[in-house]
């Protein structure tokens, strides 16, 4: 049985940092490409950043660019988004993800997901 816990998310100030992390058990980790998306109220789930398994490739969505970093530690079963220069638009429950198949960039292609853990940006 494969779990995915997500932790490190809050409140923060605009401008501000926080560092989710996402740990994983129940099979092997490492080979496998993981994800970090998020959901607002209201909107559809959408991709904010992956990582490839051996961590040669990192992938964004353009509105994280420069603000996020995602990575992981496979001896740890462990993949980390650090936010830095967080915006009021951030707001969101963010969810990580393991893959299945398929584009990065697709929720469909992950096979297994997280609980979420509710990210806020306001002052």
């Known amino acids: 049985q494969v779990q995915l816990v997500e932790s490190g998310g809050g409140l923060a100030q605009p401008g501000g940092s926080l560092r989710l992390s996402c740990a994983a058990s129940?099979?092997?980790?490492?080979?496998?490409?993981m994800a970090w998306f998020r959901q607002a109220p209201g909107k559809e789930r959408e991709f904010v950043a992956a990582?490839?398994?051996?961590?040669?490739?990192?992938y964004y969505a353009d509105f994280v660019k420069g603000r996020f970093t995602i990575s992981r530690d496979n001896a740890k079963n462990t993949v980390y988004l650090q936010m830095h220069g967080l915006k009021p638009e951030d707001t969101a429950v963010y969810y990580c993800?393991?893959?299945?198949?398929?584009?990065?960039?697709?929720?469909?292609?992950?096979?297994?997901w997280g609980q979420g853990t509710q990210v806020t940006v306001s002052s």
């Open positions: 129940g099979r092997t980790f490492s080979g496998y490409r």
């Open positions: 993800a393991l893959e299945g198949s398929g584009p990065y960039y697709y929720k469909e292609s992950y096979d297994y």
């Open positions: 990582i490839t398994w051996n961590r040669e490739s990192t």
